[in-house]
Each structure stands twice: as C-alpha cells, then as structure tokens.
C-alpha cells in the first residue's frame, strides 16, 4: 500500500510565523504536489515537483515556497504566514509516467491567528 | 486555464434513493477524468478513473461514471446510496500532455446520506 505521511494533522501559529509542513512518502514516486483544501473551492494546487530539486508552481503559488532535497520528501514553507492561509493543506504523490493515480496524505489542518 | 464545475456543493438524501453527481469541465483536447472521494476523517482516495475506450466507468463501492465527449462531463452515479457513502467528493481533470500529471479538481460536493 502507498503510504503518504505529513507531519501534523493540525497547527496553529501566529502571523508572520514561518511554517514547515512536510510530507513524506515511500513508494519511491517521482511526482509529489502540495493542495490547500477550502469549502466550496476544492483542491487548489500550489506547487508540484517532478524529481528531487525540481520544482513548478501551481495555480496559487503566492506566499509559499518548497523544497526537495530528497525523492520521497517535501515541503511546504510558509515564509511568512497570515491568516488567509488558514486552510487544509494536503500533500499527493504519484509515479512519473501521464496516467499514474495521486495517491495522497491524511492533511494538515493550519490555523493561522 | 482549464476548470472543472460541479453543480451541487451539498446534496442530501435518504438510503436506498440514487445518486448522481455532475461534474463539466472546459479543456478542449483529450483529457483522464477522475473521481475521489474523502470520507469523514480519512484520506482522499480514488473512487474510479476514466482514460479512454468504454465510456462507462465502473469503480469501487458500487460507484459508476459515464465520460460524455461531446457534452464534456463525466458524471457520478450510484443507483442505491448507503449510510456509508456520507462524504464529499470531487471530479478532478487531466489534459494529456499536462506537465508532472497535474490535475484540476472541482469545488467537490458534500453528500449527506440519512439511514
């Protein structure tokens, strides 16, 4: 079974903290993806990396930026947070080729005061 | 860019009744369609997946879809719901070619099932 971890199901920090939420899989996939989850919205995402070190913005990248250092890790980092980021926030992964299935994490839910 | 539109964001009904769920989306070329599904407290997962040939998907739990091209939807179907179907769902889409296999995901729509 594919396993996708995070490490915390919830946070709550203060604004203009700087956020590290990780994500972390094992089933040596190529592609992983950060979403933020909103009522109404769906799933939004906000960047993706294809291998370790590459890296592509989604479609709401701003404030936010990433890292993969390693294939089955990646972070999400808030430089700054403010309460508009208050959301859930899931993390994906899949294998590299164009039909392979998102498998994804159980979510962290951030409360930005 | 593309989008994906699912009509109902909170739909209610009674055991035993049917379900369907629309889902459209705007991307003109070939594209993989997708539902998942997030139960209360659990992961997204996959409910079924739709890359080409029968336009008639079958996937877990009893759940169907149907890939209609020329009206661009792939909609949901179950013909007799369970209490155990309380969730929320979300159409997601994939054109081919989409760099990194990116998908594009709906509002989702909240499904309340009453025993």
């Known amino acids: 079974d594919v396993k996708v971890t995070q490490s915390s199901r919830y946070l709550v920090k203060r604004t203009g903290e700087k956020v590290f939420l990780e994500c972390v899989q094992d089933?040596?996939?190529?592609?992983m993806f950060w979403y933020r989850q909103d009522p109404g919205l769906g799933l939004r995402l906000i960047y993706f990396s294809y291998d370790v070190k590459m890296k592509e913005k989604g479609d709401i990248p701003e404030g936010y930026s990433v890292s993969r250092e390693k294939k089955e890790r990646f972070s999400l980092i808030l430089e700054s947070a403010s309460t508009n980021q208050t959301s859930m926030y899931l993390c994906a992964s899949s294998l590299f080729a164009g039909r392979e299935t998102q498998y994804f994490g159980p979510g962290t839910r951030l409360l930005v005061l | 860019a593309q989008s994906v539109s699912q009509h109902n964001h909170h739909v209610i009904l009674s055991e035993a009744a049917s379900l369907e769920l629309g889902c459209n989306y705007s991307y003109g070329g070939t594209v993989n369609l997708f539902w998942y599904v997030q139960y209360p407290g659990q992961h997204l997962q996959l409910l079924l997946k739709y890359f080409s040939g029968d336009p008639l998907v079958k996937g877990i739990k009893g759940f169907e879809a149907e890939f209609i091209k020329s009206k661009f939807s792939f909609n949901l179907r179950k013909p007799s719901v369970q209490w155990s179907d309380t969730a929320e769902y979300f159409c997601a889409v994939k054109p081919l070619g989409a760099a990194g296999n990116k998908l594009t995901f709906g509002g989702g729509t909240r499904v309340l099932v009453k025993p």
């Open positions: 089933m040596d996939h190529e592609n």
